[in-house]
């Protein structure tokens, strides 16, 4: 992981919260996959548009081992709310795939400043909700569902699981990557992590800003951790990185699920930063990442 840090050192790139944000968004997805595995090749990729509750059509992108009616995994992309797309996670996606024979359905919700809080709230939700009553129109089966996401949106995911517990829409599993869980950046591992380690604090506060409004940040919808309680949610899978900002409200959320009497698997990869699960080329912790997620992918979707 030193290593990884001091050849992004090297290359001398500006930090995308230094940038004007159509620039940081061009940046991020050209340099998004360059330590990602190559995109493996799958016997189904298909684009889709799924509609969000205001009628706007919103670009996705289903991957899939075979044409089978297999279960689904909705994905929501990291990128602090207002970066990133179905570009700068095929990638991982296609791994995800791959490795847990679930079909998944990489979501492009909307971004903010453009579309500000809850609008990427609203967009998962509203995916998720197609995908359970109409992923049969897919060939898929919607009985059989999770959500996941990693940073923003496993932020997206914790809070779509809930929703889900809320409205009674069965959720087989919530995975969550590295997300994020607090309304502020105070605990320690924000102040610990605020430098050097891939994701800078001033940068977690660049996306936020571009966001969500300061007197809206206790919302549950952002800050799961807020929520009045957890219980009957979805089991989980908590992926963490220790170099990581967020890794302490990852822990937090866990524990809060767990006192919620939900089913956790959670781990810890030492000595790696925020996003490292989509660097396998160059780091082993993200392959086996991967095929942790997979694992309880395969255990909630294929009983």
Known sequence: ??????????????????????????????????????????????ELELPATDGVML????????????????????????????????????????RSGVAVVALDYRLAPEHPFPTAVNDSWAAMTWLHQHAHTLGLDGSRLAVGGDSAGG?????????????????????????????????PSHEQFASGFLLEGDGIAWFFDHYIAHEQRH????????????????????????????????VAYADKLRAAHVAVELE??????????????????AGAAMDFAASALKKALHP
């Not at 940046?27 to 995109?39: A, F, G, I, M, Q």
């Not at 309680?229 to 967020?246: F, K, N, S």
Request: proline fraction near 7%.
């Open 1 to 46: 992981m030193r290593g990884v840090l001091e050849r992004i050192h090297r290359a001398g790139m500006p930090l995308l919260h230094h940038m004007p944000l159509r620039e940081a968004r061009r940046s991020y997805t050209l340099r998004s996959e360059v330590l990602d595995l190559p995109r493996a090749p799958l016997a189904r990729v298909q």
């Open 59 to 98: 670009p996705a992108r289903l991957y899939a081992t075979s044409h089978e009616r297999l279960p689904v995994l909705l994905y929501l992309h990291g990128g602090g709310f207002t970066i990133g797309n179905l570009e700068t996670h095929d990638s991982l996606c296609r791994q995800l795939a791959l």
């Open 155 to 187: 932020t997206l995911a914790a809070v779509s699981a809930l929703h889900a517990r809320d409205i009674g829409l069965p959720l087989a599993l919530q995975l969550l990557i590295t997300p994020g869980t607090t309304a502020h950046q105070d605990t």
């Open 219 to 250: 919302d549950w919808r952002f800050a799961p951790l807020n929520a009045d309680d957890a219980e009957g949610t979805a089991p989980a899978c908590v992926i963490l990185a220790e170099c990581d900002p967020l890794v302490d409200e990852g």
């Open 268 to 285: 810890l990869y030492r000595g790696v930063t925020h996003d490292f699960i989509k660097m396998a080329r160059a780091l082993p912790e």
